[in-house]
């Protein structure tokens, strides 16, 4: 079974601040939370648009010890590798980061 969730895209209660691209950004701590309680594989995924359609990419897994995920800023140091993992594709392809509210401020 797989489950899917969106990390930049957090709900109040698995919000936590952590960094993308070099600035501050609000991401949901729901996946290292599940990580930690089952012990399952974190595989990031990005669908790009390709050509005429969509492709998806499952990225590689980030690794963890599930033993150091004990305490929520260990869970937030995870969150924040789960965020890196993202940031070569966002860097190339800024412009296919639908997030549809601002992240972060225009800048002047």
């Known amino acids: 079974a797989a489950v899917a969730l969106l990390i930049d895209r957090p709900p109040a209660s698995t919000a936590i601040e952590s960094s ?7 991401a949901s701590i729901a996946a290292a939370d599940l990580a930690r309680a089952t012990g399952s594989a974190v595989l990031p995924a990005i669908i790009a648009q390709e050509g005429g359609g969509y492709a998806a990419h499952i990225l590689p897994p980030v690794a963890y010890d599930r033993r150091g995920l004990a305490t929520r800023p260990d869970r937030e140091r995870f969150t924040a590798d789960i965020l890196r993992a993202f940031e070569p594709h966002l860097r190339q392809h800024p412009e296919q980061w639908f997030h549809f509210v601002p992240v972060w401020p225009p800048s002047s």
């Open 20 to 26: 993308l691209c070099g600035r501050p950004f609000m």
